[in-house]
């Protein structure tokens, strides 16, 4: 276990914006994350547990916090049960999926995400969710290892019951048998809306709001007449209003700064209080 300091944060995110951890530490394997949480506690520091980076906005200032980076990659595959590494790729897990034939994870093949990101916060895309197809989740829950089946993380959307600070290490997928012909168009399809549609390629952290009910939050923000409004560098996409794109030095509080614009006007209009779905990691 290799323990680095001073580690700039901003690469680490899709969004390109983050100031520097006071200590950074990768973990393959049980004992690593143990000793990682150990060396968290006898320090007194709060520690951050980091995936992909694409839910992410993590303040710009030196946080003083240990970072702990599972690297996790392990793939099994037994019948329709999968069990995976929380680092593996999620867009990567569903292509051996489809070479497989194991159906249930089409839809979400465009989330740019980590498997355990995905589960953490029970990512979901074109009317499927990630928590529909656990089976189960080993988890560290900051004194032991301990594996808690699907159905008592009470799933819901954009959350799942997997506390903060907890450490996903792998999880088990019940699929089923599909057809590859089948699993390939609807593979293509969600590629083209998603590209048609959303700021593909743009440094952007996803959605930045749930959906609040019935009108998605992309529809409000738009209705507010708030496409292509721009603070310093912090611009909300043109092409999908629950977007925010980093167009070339936005900072922490220029993007900060426009989230609270859009749940002002999002208010104003339509009394409805627009709850964050990108996770914000602030200094102390």
């Keep these: 276990m290799v323990i680095r300091e001073k580690v700039a944060l901003a690469a680490f995110t899709t969004i390109k914006i983050g100031g520097k951890a006071s200590y950074f530490i990768e973990v393959k394997d049980h004992t690593d994350i143990e000793n990682a949480v150990k060396f968290a506690h006898s320090l007194n520091l709060p520690y951050f547990v980091l995936g992909g980076g694409s839910n992410l906005l993590i303040d710009d200032k030196n946080l003083d916090i240990v970072i702990i980076k599972p690297t996790i990659n ?9 069990e995976v590494g929380a680092s593996f790729k999620l867009p990567k897990l569903v292509h051996i999926l489809l070479e497989e034939e194991l159906s249930g994870l089409e839809e979400l093949s465009e989330i740019p995400g980590e498997v ?3 589960v953490f916060m ?26 808690l089946k699907g159905k008592e993380l009470n799933f819901s959307y954009r959350k799942s019951g997997i506390t903060p600070g907890w450490i996903i290490t792998k ?3 019940d699929l089923e048998r599909g057809n590859k012909f089948r699993m390939t168009r609807l593979i293509a399809e969600v590629k083209r809306k998603r590209r048609s549609t959303q700021p593909v390629g ?7 709001f749930k959906n609040p009910g019935t009108k998605s939050a992309g529809f409000l923000i738009e209705q507010a007449g708030l496409k292509g409004y721009r603070i310093n560098d912090a611009e909300v996409s043109r092409k999908h209003a629950n977007f925010i794109i980093n167009r070339g030095n936005a900072t922490f509080s220029d993007v900060t ?28």
Excluded at 74 to 82: A, D, M, P, R
Excluded at 126 to 136: L, T
Excluded at 258 to 284: A, F, N, R, S
């Design 122 to 147: 029970n990512a979901g895309s074109y009317g499927r969710e990630i928590g529909e197809v656990i089976d189960e989740v080993e988890i560290f829950d900051g004194r032991s290892f301990i594996t």
């Design 202 to 208: 743009e440094r952007t952290f996803g959605s930045v």
């Design 116 to 118: 355990g990101g995905a």
């Design 171 to 173: 999880v088990v997928l």
């Design 257 to 284: 700064s426009l989230m609270e614009h859009m749940q002002k006007e999002v208010k104003k209009d339509y009394g409805i209080t627009l709850e964050p779905e990108v996770i914000i990691l602030k200094g102390v």
């Design 74 to 82: 392990e793939i099994f595959i037994s019948g329709t049960k999968v």
